[in-house]
């Protein structure tokens, strides 16, 4: 599957956090401790928010861990929502617009997991997104196909509400293809202010997530570690596995839920797919 992380609080460096934590997205690409695989090394993305209207992306079919243009970009560029991925592919081909983070005007959007049976329910899933959509589609995985079903659905109006709709109609078609659990995810999505994380699988046995706890509190306890020293009070993280060892500031996101960060302010509530008719 893939490693992904999403931060959003004051601007920080690139580097911050993909290579200086303990466990960052370079040191998962390369050996992840709770992925399905341990390399993570089939293309990596990054997606950043600056003062244009929509959000720059970079991507490479390199392992992240191999590419030194990311690490130039990385000491020099910051941002105060960043979203970055590692890809281990589930069978598609390993190509730049195979590469998380996915684009669409101001929204990003990132996956680990999998449509189960995709090939066989490709078809069916595509004919229902927006015509007007459809031709924005440039690669050929379950995870972008995924994203453009949540915008026909209304992802940029209520996110929660069009990814229930999106994977309930997933579930639907899977079901029809005889596939006992079609659809395995956990999933972030940002327009720039505000991030939605989901955490979701048709088994109830979802990939690993986890979000950080306080930073402030953090602080007091860990006065001299330096991986918090960079990190604002409004700071937020959502990882797929911990970036560092430090106990207490990790909590796993709950498994059929959905988190919301919003000016340093986090929620959680319970999510489970919706019908459509």
Known sequence: MCRWIAYSGSPVRLEDLLYKPENSLIVQSKQSQ?????????????????????????HNIQP?????????????????????????TTGTPVQQTNCHPF??????????????????????????????LYPAIKGSTDSEVLFY??????LEHDPPAAMAQAIGFVEQVGHRHGIAYPIQLTVATTNGETTWAFRYSSEGRSRSLFHSTDISTLRQ?????PELQLLSDDARLVV???LGSLRGA?????????????????????????TTG
């Open 240 to 242: 797929s596995e911990p």
């Open 64 to 88: 992240a861990w191999q590419d030194s243009n990311l690490l130039e970009l990385a000491a020099q560029a910051s941002s105060g929502r960043v979203f970055a991925h590692v890809r281990a």
């Open 103 to 132: 684009r669409h005007d101001r929204w990003l959007w990132m996956h680990n997991g999998a449509i189960a049976g995709f090939s066989e329910i490709k078809r069916d899933l595509v004919l229902a997104v927006d015509p007007d």
């Open 149 to 154: 079903l949540a915008l026909t659905m209304g």
């Open 250 to 274: 990790w909590r796993e996101v709950p498994e059929s839920t959905y988190l919301t960060t919003h000016d340093g302010v986090e929620e959680i509530r319970p999510f489970s797919p919706g």
């Open 221 to 225: 306890q860990y006065p001299d570690s």
């Open 34 to 58: 709770l992925g399905v695989e341990t390399t993570n090394g089939d293309g990596f993305g990054i997606g950043w928010y600056g003062d244009r209207g929509t959000p720059g992306v970079y």
